[in-house]
């Protein structure tokens, strides 16, 4: 059985480096790069500890942020203000199933789900059935009144402030994206596309877009991911 795993892993490895060849990176010098930062890591945490911040470091957790720079080799033909999702496994914001779990240090999100007006009800009726899956949901904002309650630039500032992510129904998707205004898009915090289709599968799809970070394509040779 052990022999097995250690199959296992050695053909994931594998197809790992194979995957890595085929779009031009050197699986080696990755590696390397992600030993030095991962060190690094843990000397920050190791010094922070000695100087008395020790309480401070286990209050807070020692997980940081990191951002993958990407560099084209050309321009984008085209971009998109559609954010593209990438399932990362361990997320930025705190899911259901890692709620009870103590190691995990992720924050829980709040979030603003905007909808049509019509869909305002049945929506926030789910939020108060699924409190587990749905109580990150702290706002279910309809399209209309998007458009009349936050019309000038410092109603949406203050909007775009009060909330960590913001999703949409991909129906009203481009109309929502004029009514936002430019900054939601400098901050990169534009509205991600979920299906409303179905009801029963709202949490399921709140629950996938917690669980992920976001890559955007704009007009430049560098993309950022967190």
């Known amino acids: 059985m052990v022999a097995a795993m250690d199959d296992d892993a050695s053909r994931r490895e594998a197809d790992a480096a194979r995957s890595l060849a085929k779009h031009g990176l050197d699986a080696a010098l990755l590696g390397r790069a992600m030993t030095a930062l991962l060190g690094y890591h843990e000397r920050d945490v190791a010094a922070s500890s000695g100087k008395g911040d020790k309480k ?8 940081k942020l990191v951002q993958v720079q990407i560099g084209l080799a050309r321009v984008p033909d085209r ?37 049509k007006e019509e869909s305002k009800s049945w929506v926030k009726d789910l939020v108060e059935r699924f409190p587990d899956e749905l109580g990150c949901v702290k706002k279910v904002l309809g399209l209309q009144s998007l458009r009349i309650k936050h019309k000038r630039y410092e109603q949406r500032r203050e909007l775009l402030a009060r909330f960590d992510l913001f999703l949409c129904d991909d129906r009203i998707l481009p109309m929502v994206g004029k009514a936002i205004g430019k900054g939601f898009f400098e901050a990169k915090k ?22 992920a970070t976001y890559m955007h394509i704009s007009a430049g040779t560098c993309i950022n991911i967190r």
């Open 56 to 63: 401070k470091v286990q209050l807070l957790g020692d997980d």
């Open 79 to 115: 971009t998109t203000p559609k954010p593209i999702r990438v399932q990362i496994p361990h997320p930025l914001h705190r899911v259901a199933a890692a709620k009870d779990d103590s190691s995990d240090s992720a924050e829980e999100a709040e979030v603003c789900l905007i909808v």
């Open 190 to 211: 534009q509205p991600v596309p979920i299906k409303l289709t179905r009801k029963e599968a709202l949490p399921v799809a709140v629950q996938r877009c917690l669980s």
